[in-house]
């Protein structure tokens, strides 16, 4: 009997009509995202992005890629970039973009963010050295 009710409870439950204004994209722009993709290709390829908003707190990304013969091994080579909302040391919002690419070279990103090496101030004179020891056989 308690079987039987559970049973017709369910039933009614599954049975009750469905909200006819209900938007799933709803729920993602209620939690700050305005913008959500992806793509999967029958050819491996594919690309996905999103984009956030928020006071300060807007970031996205988008990213694309494909399979690629890499020597004897096929690989995933992939580019995109990303984008978020940093702080300045007096406390602005900066904003921040890196773009990229990861291939048989490596991984290559490139912005205004990411920090550079400074120049070796001994470079010439180590190229000098090992120039000169190269040439009396040392090496």
Do not use: C, H
Request: proline residues 6%; glycine residues 10%.
């Amino acid at each position: 009997m308690k079987l039987l009710v559970i049973a017709a409870l369910l039933a009614v439950a599954a049975a009750r009509p469905q909200d006819p204004a209900y938007d799933p994209a709803e729920e993602l722009r209620a939690a700050g995202i305005v913008r959500m993709d992806m793509v999967q290709n029958d050819d491996g390829s594919f690309q996905y992005g999103y984009e956030t908003a928020g006071e300060g707190q807007e970031s996205s990304q988008d990213v694309s890629g494909r399979p690629e013969q890499i020597g004897e091994e096929v690989g995933i080579v992939s580019q995109g970039t990303y984008s978020f909302v940093a702080k300045d040391e007096d406390g602005n919002d900066v904003p921040v973009t890196i773009t990229w690419r990861a291939g048989p070279e490596g991984v290559v990103m490139e912005g205004a963010a990411i920090p550079v090496a400074p120049e070796d101030p001994n470079k010439a004179a180590q190229d000098a050295a090992y120039a000169a020891a190269a040439g009396a056989g040392d090496f």
